[in-house]
């Protein structure tokens, strides 16, 4: 008798291990069709809002309704270099909408045989333009690390407040761009003098 009820035990053990197998198979299988159902779905009705690429970038600022059409802001840029590099915007200056979406790129160029690391400050004319001038994406938001002899382009991709005073027509956003870390020129030993002894 007791042979008998460990065989039924490990029959319905067996049996759970196997139900539980089926369970886990089917789950998994559920979850790995969620995505393309998921998908399906949102093309179905049109709510792929969250996914749709043409909501970011370029995209947005064409679909932006917040474009203030009536109003044209002149943006000059301006760069200083701190350092052995070249740097330099491509344009000089850009009229643009407030509420507009714009992108302006600088050239920087390591002239150097050795890396340089180096930051950008921004600063903006007049100073009650600097609570309306948002950067979406800037080079300036970290520490750039320039490989010898490396040019590279970077973006700033900014937008102007729509409530930027009305009488401000121009903004000028100057860059100064300097090295971190930058070798220090030894300066000559002193020559040693014997210490003087009181008589």
């Known amino acids: 008798m007791d042979a008998q009820e460990k065989a039924l035990e490990k029959r319905f053990n067996r049996g759970m291990m196997m139900r539980l197998l089926v369970v886990v198979t089917l789950m998994f299988a559920f979850g790995y069709a969620l995505v393309p159902l998921y998908k399906a779905i949102c093309d179905i009705t049109g709510l792929n809002v969250v996914t749709t690429r043409d909501l970011y970038g370029a995209g947005a600022a064409m679909k932006n309704t917040q474009v203030d059409r009536s109003r044209t802001i002149t943006v000059e840029f301006d760069s200083n270099a701190r350092g052995p590099f070249g740097f330099r915007p491509v344009k000089h200056s850009m ?59 970077m973006p700033v991709v900014f937008v102007i407040d729509p409530k930027l005073p009305k009488d401000v027509k121009n903004i000028t956003l100057s860059y100064t761009f300097f090295e971190i870390g930058a070798p220090v020129a030894q300066a000559p030993a002193a020559e040693a003098t014997p210490a003087s002894t009181g008589g």
Not at 96 to 109: K, M, W
Request: charged share 25%.
């Open 95 to 153: 009229e643009v909408h407030p509420g507009e979406l714009t992108t302006i790129v600088y050239e920087v160029a390591n002239g150097q045989s050795r890396d340089i690391s180096a930051q950008a400050i921004p600063s903006y004319a007049p100073k009650q333009a600097t609570e309306y001038f948002k950067k979406v994406e800037c080079f300036c938001f970290k520490q750039q690390t320039l490989k010898a002899s490396e040019a590279r382009e």
